[in-house]
């Protein structure tokens, strides 16, 4: 019994170690929104004018883009396997200003925005959260310039989990209509607000998890 359940046990643990587990969550997570924004940047080919203005249609590629390049290269930075290689320092240099375009983007395009009035919340709910984010990757630079790896580590995951919220506000969204919840643009302004927190509240788990892990090596 024990000479079959070791390396099973062993192996679990190398898988966990690798990452692998956590880059195919993080991958899965980001797929949505980055179809739906696949989707918009399709129309916006199409039809230009869909936008409200042209410079604000080069902010809208700008943001899905610079948004869909940092979640799908930022998951592949949580595998420890590939922390210690260049892969992680050559994947950071297109990465961190990748988020700040993206970051840069989102509050414009809340700044600028002109949709339906019902829908200004939820626009406003969305700077609240691009405003850290951009902080967040600033803090993170600063961070490796100085070699402090480990601020560097926290205020990165800290800016991750801000851009994969878009997964996580739709499993919200759909747990919410499976319990019978309404759906409307105020029910969805909270929902979106509340996946931001569940996001943060992860990073900041992880983060100390990844200190105490730290402080028993040694
Ligand atoms: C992969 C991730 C994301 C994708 C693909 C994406 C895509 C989009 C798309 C397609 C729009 C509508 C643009 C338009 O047609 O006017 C939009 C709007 C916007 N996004 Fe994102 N987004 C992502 C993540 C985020 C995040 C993490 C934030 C904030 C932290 C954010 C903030 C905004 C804001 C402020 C707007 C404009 C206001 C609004 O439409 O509510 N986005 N995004």
Excluded at 81 to 92: D, I, K
Excluded at 136 to 150: Q, Y
Aim: glycine residues 10%; contains cysteine.
């Amino acid at each position: 019994m024990t000479t079959t359940q070791a390396p099973t046990a062993a192996r679990v643990r190398a898988r966990a170690r690798s990452g692998w587990p956590a880059v195919t969550g993080l991958l899965l997570l980001s797929a949505l929104p980055i179809l739906g924004g696949a989707l918009r940047l399709g129309e916006l080919g199409a039809d230009p004018a869909s936008a409200p203005s042209p410079v604000l249609a080069v902010v809208i590629v700008a943001h899905i883009v610079g948004m869909s390049v940092y979640c799908l290269l930022g998951a592949f930075q949580f595998s420890p396997a590939l922390r210690c290689r260049a892969w992680h320092r050559r994947v950071g240099r297109v990465l961190i200003p990748a988020g700040i375009i993206a970051a840069l983007a989102s509050i414009t395009l809340g700044v600028f925005f002109s949709g339906p009035d019902e829908k200004f919340a939820l626009a406003m709910v969305r700077i609240a959260f691009a405003v850290p984010m951009l902080v967040f990757l600033v803090l993170a630079t600063t961070a490796i310039v100085r070699r402090d790896f480990t601020a560097h580590g926290a205020w990165m995951t800290r800016a991750y989990a801000i851009a994969v919220t878009g997964g996580t506000q739709a499993l919200v969204l759909i747990v919410w209509s499976i319990l019978g919840g309404e759906t409307s643009v105020e029910s969805e302004t909270w929902l979106v607000g509340v996946g931001f927190v569940i996001n943060s509240l992860v990073a900041e788990v992880i983060i100390r998890r990844r200190a105490r892990r730290g402080l028993r090596r040694g």
